[in-house]
């Protein structure tokens, strides 16, 4: 298999486009592993624009020295289906998935406030796997390479960073095992897009006692406003404070 050394990896696009590329690429890499699935799909959103430009730039013989974004990302990967003597990649499965990718930043509540769905972890792995099958599509185009190899070169692309959470099905665990019940609980939280029940976060940080675990952890939290513990519903959310103390004091990768 041809392997592509990672500083070679798109050496045929001009710096002015490959590094704003492998930038807004890694950053949301970052920021999904950190589990800020906003950041992430805005991320996602600003790579459309710098690839849009790059198969625009490949498909008319001539790069622009920098991403721009056009008027209407829609109607301008729509434009490109006309050039017939591109290859197909370049004028319908990418401008294609692009749009759908720019519809998750602008449509669900990502870049302007009134969308469908909040950000969530689901559209996040959407973000990242279409980022991830684009990125590796331009490398088979630009080396001319098959699909196995390009997609080992994003793959040595990719900061291994192990999330702090750990879904297994119903259950989340924290894997670090040295912080503190609350602070786990804080994270799990942290992780979540609605609130929790107090029994699902007993079980999930597997603290012995339920009781003990409302009255010494999620009390004392809730007294400090940094969670909103409701007896009657027994469902915990994170406050603001609870948030700003997570992503000032918590690694969220390990």
């Excluded at 490398?139 to 900061?159: D, K, P, Y």
Aim: aromatic share 6%; hydrophobic share 45%; with cysteine.
């Amino acid at each position: 298999m041809n392997v592509i050394e990672s500083r070679l990896i798109l050496s045929g696009i001009p710096n002015g486009l490959r590094e704003p590329l492998l930038n807004e690429f890694r950053k949301l890499l970052r920021n999904y592993a950190e589990m800020r699935w906003e950041p992430a799909e805005l991320n996602g959103g600003k790579l459309c624009e710098v690839v849009y430009t790059v198969i625009k730039g490949r498909i008319d013989g001539s790069f622009p020295p920098k991403p721009s974004k056009p008027r209407n990302l829609v109607d301008a990967c729509r434009a490109l289906e006309r050039n017939a003597n591109a290859p197909r990649s370049l004028r319908l499965q990418i401008p294609r998935l692009l749009v759908a990718l720019y519809e998750v930043r602008n449509g669900r509540n990502v870049g302007h406030v009134g969308g469908d769905v909040d950000p969530s972890h689901m559209d996040a792995n959407l973000v990242v796997s279409v980022a991830q099958w684009l990125m590796a599509e331009l490398v088979r185009i630009f080396h001319n390479v098959t699909t196995q190899e390009a997609s080992a070169a994003v793959e040595s692309l990719i900061e291994r960073r192990i999330p702090l959470l750990w879904q297994i099905g119903h259950r989340t665990r924290v894997l670090n095992a040295s912080m503190s019940y609350r602070d786990k609980a804080f994270v799990i939280l942290y992780g979540a897009n609605s609130p929790i029940k107090a029994k699902d976060l007993v079980a999930n940080v597997e603290y012995s006692n339920a009781s003990v675990f409302r009255k010494k952890v999620l009390q004392p939290a809730h007294k400090a406003a940094l969670v909103d513990f409701d007896k009657a519903t027994d469902e915990v959310r994170l406050s603001p404070l609870g948030i700003r103390y997570v992503e000032e004091n918590i690694a969220l990768v390990i």
